[in-house]
């Protein structure tokens, strides 16, 4: 299947988005999912499934492990030191065409908050930022669509 792709989560506030993430991410073969922030996770501290995530997930939150860590420096930081290349998804003056990355180690991608994307700290620890390039007006795309085009694109 080729390299290890690991995704991070970061204030995704819709459990709808993080829902499909799971199952995009089941799809792509994605090895681990992180939670931060003020994420939603696929239970709740008592061990109950969130429904909203289970309704759009499919499952998928069964098959793809995760794990919720408050803070996503101590994620990224950790898979750093152990060979991870870290690249964010985020439209900034320093950011790459996404087509352009190759996935030559294993690979944490950052996704952010639906409003305010990856914050700008988080962007400094990254080894790449990658971007989507927009033809339309909007000049955004959801996250879970975001998510699908680069895991897809890096298989």
């Not at 996704?111 to 990254?126: H, W, Y």
């Amino acid at each position: 299947m080729g390299r290890k792709i690991a995704v991070l989560l970061h204030d995704v506030r819709s459990a709808h988005n993080v829902g499909s993430i799971f199952r995009t991410a089941d799809a792509a073969g994605v090895e681990k999912i992180y939670l931060t922030g003020v994420t939603p996770a696929p239970s709740d501290r008592f061990g109950r499934p969130q429904k909203d995530i289970a309704k759009v997930a499919l499952g998928a939150e069964a098959y793809v492990p995760w794990e919720y860590v408050r803070s996503p420096y101590t994620v990224a930081r950790a898979l750093r030191a152990e060979g991870w290349h870290v690249a964010a998804i985020e439209q900034h003056a320093d950011s790459i065409d996404y087509r352009s990355f190759e996935l030559g180690k294993p690979t944490l991608f950052i996704l952010g908050s639906e409003v305010d994307g990856v914050p700008g700290r988080m962007l400094s620890i990254c080894d790449a930022v990658l971007e989507i390039p927009m033809r339309g007006r909007k000049e955004s795309l959801n996250v879970s669509v975001a998510a699908g085009i680069i895991l897809f694109s890096v298989r």
